[in-house]
């Protein structure tokens, strides 16, 4: 062999040698049993420094409060993007094995695919396993694993209402529906009234909206999996309600089939293309920036209903701060998630001031909140509707420990046949057989009950 | 040989010295490469070479990793999706690359000529949508291209008519393909134009003593001289092309179910790995899209050496 080139081959295994060695052998914390508050006061009274990776803006504010209570941590808030990139960024930095943060967020349905991978640190043993009951139980129970493990702490909720423009009802006088079989001849009436205008968009790639449906109808595809034991049910009736539902409702051309979050749809709202936006707690305060000039036209009303004289509702979205793994300061980092999302003070600047929506039932409960008039929603008492909506929230909903990839799926197969008025139950058995088919590659053993 | 000549004439004195200068120029001359070469290793052939280790494994989310040798690569050849995506851009590029070139080439040639009175004017305002970053582009024309309430949607309402739906299923590719004209032209203009200021004033003169006209000056020597450019611009399409990314991975916001998950193999990849955490397959399908791309441009080059040796 020429001796140049096993020199240079040399250098690269050397080179690459430790890389792949640090991709694989990571720090990670092992839990304790259980940590006494003497262990705590000890941490939290030594020099530190914590990492945040957040996306809400403003919550320096919670962490000032943090940093009153426990001046000898000092934590460091980032900002790495919002939703899919933050994700991305933060899978990125724990397999690399070093450049995460102590402290994330995430959203409620990431929260099995980090415990998959064992990136999440069990805040039990921290305290966490006795503030349970400060939460609302559908947000409790999403954050907490079959074994008593606490994998996250609950931010912000958003149970589902429906947003709707009384001036467009009232001008054509449509009743506010109250279940989805009015919501369809509503949909047919408003159609025939007005071209221009439709009764409600159905995101073909909001994966998430679609999964509070199928959490209202009763459907749970994922629910009973346990670790690698995964069933998929994306067929049930109730699944498939729900699918026809929608699809039905496409075919006829009785609502807007437009992608949504983007420049396009904050403009159909500002428009009134939209007479209704069926959406969560969280959605009220969005709109209020994205459609401004329509101030004092919308009201909120509870999500309608399957069965008349019935008040179930669901979940989309909403966060939870988690604590990695591979945090070097497990202590600090578990007690600075459980502070800023069960202080008063920080719990309260959370729902008045970022207007993230409250899992807590201390905020829920108080009437400075749940009292508030909200003059886009002509004087409404916004927060205590949805205070009341949470309430009927079905507290068992389970997560796929891929649940992006299945939201991927869902565009492609159920999103893409609403949108293009092809057959949507159909559709529900391709979004079945390509989760299956990934999960199996994956490694689970799948289960179609 | 001199160094053999001199081994031998030389005293060994005189030898040493010269061995000591050769090995401090040789030093000064690493010295020189090193900041690149260090950054070359560093950031593209240690991770080229650690994503084709990274390749050869399987990791999954349940049973750790295992070695799996080719198999991602057996995968990668048996995917339609990606081949559908790589048929996707090659058809772009057939579209797209032809109309840029051209023209870019008379702009070029436009410019050169001198007719244009406010050249300098020209130039710029040919080459400043290229200064604009490609992200903030996209949603530009995202915004222009708005079905609803985009400027051509409400332009076409206001005299009567129907705008096409620039985000349809079957309009997308061209959409995706003026974006990237529109970006690029300008680029590629000021290479051409770069290229024909070297052209020596010389030829021209004796041309138009011959009795040349303008049109055949730029048919039978600019052009002719623009060989070497046209080639490098060509090279940089190619693998632009069959990279795209940026275009499509914004307007997926706006079209999700047109731009699907494998639209362009490099979205492909890019899904794999951040959305399915399939990191090995993606850097498989990273891999043999590379391998695309290197046979593309070779038999462009093998093609155009061909002929021009003809």
């Known amino acids: 062999m020429h001796p140049r080139f096993s020199r240079r081959s040399g250098l690269a295994a050397a080179l690459a040698g430790p890389l792949a060695l640090a991709a694989c052998g990571r720090h990670t914390v092992d839990p304790p049993a259980n940590v006494t508050q003497a262990q705590i006061d000890e941490a939290m009274d030594k020099p530190t420094e914590l990492n945040f990776w957040t996306w809400v803006p403003g919550i320096e504010k919670e962490v000032e409060l943090f940093h009153q209570a426990y001046p000898k941590v000092k934590v460091d808030v980032v900002n790495a993007g919002q939703g899919n990139p933050h994700y991305a960024k933060l899978r990125t930095a724990l397999r690399a094995g070093n450049g995460a943060p102590d402290i994330a967020q995430l959203e409620y349905q990431m929260i099995q695919s980090f415990v998959i991978t064992d990136d999440l640190l069990d805040l039990a043993p921290y305290g966490a396993k006795d503030i349970g009951d400060q939460f609302v139980e559908f947000a409790w129970s999403q954050v907490s694993g079959a074994n008593g493990e606490v994998w996250a702490i609950p931010q912000d909720t958003g149970p589902m209402g429906m947003l709707y423009r009384e001036d467009i009802f009232q001008a054509h006088g449509i009743d506010v529906p109250a279940t989805w079989d009015d919501f369809a001849a509503a949909a047919a009436a408003l159609r025939a009234a007005d071209p221009e205008v439709y009764l409600t968009n159905f995101a073909p790639s909001q994966g998430a909206f679609f999964a509070a449906m199928l959490w209202q109808a009763g459907a749970d595809p994922f629910g009973g999996s346990e670790g690698p034991d995964l069933n998929v049910d994306l067929t049930s009736p109730e699944a498939e309600k729900v699918a026809r539902y929608w699809g039905d409702l496409s075919e006829q051309d009785l609502i807007a089939v437009d992608a949504d979050f983007n420049d396009q749809w904050y403009q159909a709202l500002n428009k009134g293309k939209y007479a209704t936006w069926v959406a969560p707690a969280w959605a009220p305060t969005f709109l209020q920036s994205a459609a401004a000039s329509t101030s004092g036209l919308w009201r909120v009303a509870p999500l309608p209903q399957w069965e008349a004289g019935q008040q179930v509702s669901s979940n989309w979205g909403g966060s939870t701060s988690a604590v990695m793994a591979t945090t070097r300061n497990p202590i600090a980092a578990a007690v600075f998630a459980q502070f800023i999302n069960t202080d008063p003070k920080s719990t309260a600047t959370m729902a008045n001031e970022q207007f993230l929506y409250p899992p807590a039932k201390a905020i829920l409960d108080d009437p400075a909140f749940t009292g508030q008039q909200l003059e886009f929603y002509g004087g409404q008492e916004v927060n205590g509707l949805f205070a009341q909506i949470g309430e009927s929230v079905h507290p068992d909903f389970q997560w796929a420990p891929f649940q992006d990839k299945v939201y991927a799926d869902f565009t492609a197969t159920v999103g893409t046949a609403v949108a293009e008025k092809t057959d949507a139950v159909a559709a529900m058995e391709a979004w079945q057989q390509r989760t299956e088919e990934y999960a199996k590659y994956q490694g689970f053993t799948v289960r179609r009950p | ?310």
């Open chain 2, 1 to 310: 040989m001199t160094d053999t000549r001199t081994l031998r004439q030389g005293t060994p004195r005189a030898f040493t010295a010269r061995k000591i200068r050769r090995g401090r120029k040789a030093l000064a001359g690493y010295m020189f490469v090193a900041p690149f070469m260090i950054v070359f290793l560093a950031m593209f052939a240690l991770p080229l070479l650690y994503a084709a280790y990274f390749s050869l494994f399987r990791e999954q989310l349940v049973g750790g990793n295992v070695f799996v040798g080719l198999e991602n690569y057996t995968r990668a050849f048996g995917d339609e999706q990606l081949w559908t995506g790589i048929a996707r851009v090659c058809l772009f590029f057939l579209i797209q690359v032809p109309i840029m070139l051209v023209a870019a080439l008379a702009f070029a040639l436009a410019l050169d000529t001198g007719l244009t009175r406010l050249k300098r004017t020209t130039r710029l305002g040919i080459f400043v949508p290229y200064a604009v970053p490609g992200v903030i582009a996209t949603l530009m024309w995202g915004f222009l291209y708005g079905p609803d309430f985009g400027p051509f949607a409400q332009l076409a309402e206001a005299v009567g008519l129907s705008a096409p739906d620039f985000l349809s299923k079957h309009l997308m590719l061209g959409s995706l393909a003026n974006i990237v004209f529109w970006e690029f032209t300008g680029y590629n203009m000021v290479i051409l134009y770069a290229a024909l200021r070297s052209v020596s004033t010389d030829i021209y003169e004796a041309a138009a003593v011959d009795g040349a006209g303008q049109w055949r000056i730029a048919w039978s020597i600019k052009i002719p001289a623009l060989k070497g450019a046209l080639a490098v611009c060509m090279i940089f399409s190619i693998i632009g092309s069959l990279q795209l990314f940026n275009e499509p991975q914004l307007m997926q916001s706006l079209a999700p179910t047109v731009i699907d998950e494998a639209y362009t193999p490099n979205l492909y990849a890019y899904n794999l790995a951040f959305v399915g955490q399939e990191y090995n397959y993606a850097a498989a399908v990273s891999f043999v899209l590379g391998l695309v791309i290197l046979a593309g441009s070779y038999a462009f080059m093998f093609a155009t050496d061909r002929r021009s040796r003809r």
